[in-house]
């Protein structure tokens, strides 16, 4: 009874290998190294459509478009504002020399003799203010009344600048099945259903007065890669000469649980292999 089995676990190996084979799939070392290529390319795709996306260019208005206190005590029009590396500063209008300046603001309770001798001290605030070399950062991008307040400009040395562009790098990693859903959110927005309520998604991307824009209040889906184990790929059923399974070990960037995980690649009509499901 025991050899009965053993013989017809043999045939049904011999018969899976045959099918396998009669399919016409791969050998593994047909397709490895655009396996590689592949789900290297997709890092930068998933970013751009389910991560942090392209660089914009920030919303930030000048301090001297902004609205400044008057102080009579002093003739001053001034402005406090935060400054990374810099602490609390304050912007003031120097009426003789007709330009605006800085100055480190510090509590005069606080001081040492290390700070030095302030430009001002002021008993009823109890603030001192000192001279600071800090130099307002040029605005790259200005944004006017009449854009869009839910989108961002993506910087004009991003690495694309375009739908069009996105469409093209897109299209070199992932099948034209997998990214037509992932066309709707990205490009014309989605319906959704939440209990009760409903409504539509906002596109994550849009082209307006020749800029592209993007986004800004759309929350990293992917946050982190998913590192691949290459050396531990292989193809696996079913997989056939248009359509292939291959599994590795995994791990998310920076933990140490592994996980095994299939992607499927298709075989398109330029004869080249395209990810059929998504690397993250």
């Not at 259903?193 to 082209?207: K, L, Q």
Request: aromatic content about 12%.
């Amino acid at each position: 009874m025991k050899k009965t089995i053993s013989v017809a676990l043999i045939i049904l190996t011999l018969l899976s290998s045959l099918l396998l084979t009669s399919c016409g799939a791969p050998e593994l070392g047909e397709i490895q190294d655009r396996v590689i290529e592949l789900v290297e390319a997709s890092y930068e795709i998933n970013d751009i459509f389910f991560g942090d996306g392209l660089e914009t260019y920030p919303r930030v208005e000048k301090l001297t478009d902004q609205s400044l206190t008057y102080n009579e005590k002093y003739g001053l029009y001034y402005l406090f504002f935060e400054a990374e590396g810099y602490g609390e500063l304050c912007m003031y209008y120097d009426s003789e020399e007709k330009e605006y300046k800085f100055a480190s603001v510090k509590k005069t309770s606080e001081l040492t003799a290390d700070d030095g001798e302030p430009l001002l001290s002021d008993e009823e605030s109890g603030l001192s203010f000192f001279a600071s070399d800090y130099v307002e950062p040029e605005i790259e991008y200005v944004y006017g009344e009449d854009s869009i307040q839910d989108y961002d400009v993506v910087r004009a040395d991003e690495k694309y600048l375009s739908i069009a562009e996105i469409k093209a790098a897109a299209e070199k990693v992932y099948t034209e099945d997998f990214l037509e859903q992932i066309y709707q959110g990205a490009f014309d927005g989605v319906a959704y259903s939440e209990g009760s309520a409903g409504g539509v998604r906002s596109a994550r991307f849009i082209e307006y007065e020749l800029l592209l824009r993007q986004r800004n209040d759309i929350e990293p889906q992917v946050t982190k890669k998913r590192i691949y184990d290459y050396s531990t790929m292989k193809i696996v059923r079913p997989s056939n000469k248009k359509r292939v399974n291959i599994k590795m070990d995994t791990h998310i960037e920076g933990e140490s649980e592994i996980l095994s995980v299939t992607l499927t690649l298709m075989l398109a009509d330029d004869g080249m292999w395209y990810l059929d499901t998504p690397t993250y």
